[in-house]
């Protein structure tokens, strides 16, 4: 299988530090403040964007991305064994009108859903919906990261897209019937658990976040410094790559833990690469890189092991994990 992405500088202004137009928290247990937040989403509620942020206390903060406020909070009920990783905003099952945020609760090896906005106080609370268990069964979750939801014109959920790692590195597909999950298939392979040829692209090993374009299913796999996309309904691999080529031709670092993962438009994913401390733009369709974002540091506009990047509006919203922060930067200054 040829390569999918690639990389690609060009004139852009990778290895400099952003132009930061805000930083929003800082670190600490109280409202506003993080530890090591890593899982993040927006949703449009009352006129208002809100960022939905998840860090290592298991803490859900909804955080107005103007003002840098936090306006709610709540703790997943259960976090002995470890936190969440993944945040998904998508429609409660049943009620196409209502937000929620789809969480990966990673240790406790399930999904959990909250109808969005809500305000606990940071206490635990019990989730609107929950599935999954540990185990290796179709149904069943290893250490879950990141969901993908598919839903129709009406709003109603029609398919959930479930990635994991722990040995069962692989996507599960969910339908819904009377507003409950039913394991419907499996997309991948374990590289791990099957001992798999590197260069098999459909043995994943630690596939990390799953988004959604039209039939395809992109998946950053973060243990093989890849990015791989699948046939979303047959499963199928219809390319792959390590990002070591340069839209414009010529050679560029290739991904170094691809973390979290946006689309910008059809043809162009931001991915985050959690090993690398930066972002990276990446032609879905050619398969190389578009353009390096950002430099690794502590100051402001560098950023630390980062977990999630996203453009919300006009703007770049990055999760910089490792500063316990969020960095907002002007998306004309890096993307366009």
């Not at 006009?314 to 994990?321: A, F, G, Q, T």
Request: aromatic fraction near 8%; glycine fraction near 14%.
């Amino acid at each position: 299988m040829s390569a999918l992405l690639v990389s690609g500088c060009g004139e852009d202004k990778a290895g400099s530090v952003l132009e930061v137009s805000r930083v929003i928290g800082e670190t600490g247990r109280q409202a506003g403040q993080f530890l090591y937040p890593r899982g993040m989403d927006h949703a449009e509620i009352d006129g208002r964007t809100l960022l939905v942020v998840v860090d290592k206390t298991a803490r859900i903060q909804l955080i107005d991305l103007e003002t840098g406020a936090s306006v709610g909070s709540l703790r997943t009920p259960e976090f002995d064994l470890g936190m969440p990783t993944g945040l998904t905003v998508a429609p409660f099952p049943g009620e196409p009108g209502t937000p929620a945020v789809w969480v990966a609760d990673t240790h406790e090896h399930r999904v959990i859903v909250y109808r969005l906005p809500f305000d606990h106080g940071g206490e635990p609370t019990e989730p609107d919906l929950a599935f999954g268990s540990y185990g290796y069964e179709p149904g069943q979750f290893i250490y879950p990261t990141d969901i993908a939801v598919r839903q129709d014109d009406g709003g109603q959920i029609v398919e959930v897209f479930v990635s994991e790692y722990g040995g069962n590195d692989r996507i599960q597909v969910f339908r819904f019937e009377d507003g409950r999950p039913v394991f419907d298939r499996q997309i991948g392979i374990s590289g791990v658990a099957m001992d798999a040829p590197e260069d098999d692209p459909a043995a994943l090993a630690r596939p990390q976040s799953v988004v959604l374009r039209g039939g395809e299913l992109v998946v950053s796999d973060a243990g093989r410094h890849r990015v791989v996309r699948f046939d979303a309904a047959l499963g199928s691999v219809l390319g792959w790559t390590d990002g070591a080529e340069a839209l414009g031709g010529g050679p560029v670092e290739p991904l170094r833990f691809p973390y979290g993962l946006c689309l910008i438009d059809d043809r162009t994913a931001l991915v985050t690469e959690f090993g690398g401390s930066r972002l990276r733009l990446l032609d879905l369709d050619s398969g190389r890189t578009v353009r390096l974002i950002g430099t690794p540091g502590r100051g402001v506009g560098e950023t630390a092991t980062p977990w999630a990047g996203e453009v919300v509006g006009d703007e770049l919203v990055i999760l910089d994990s490792g500063n316990d922060r969020i960095q907002v930067v002007p998306w004309s200054g890096v993307g366009r």
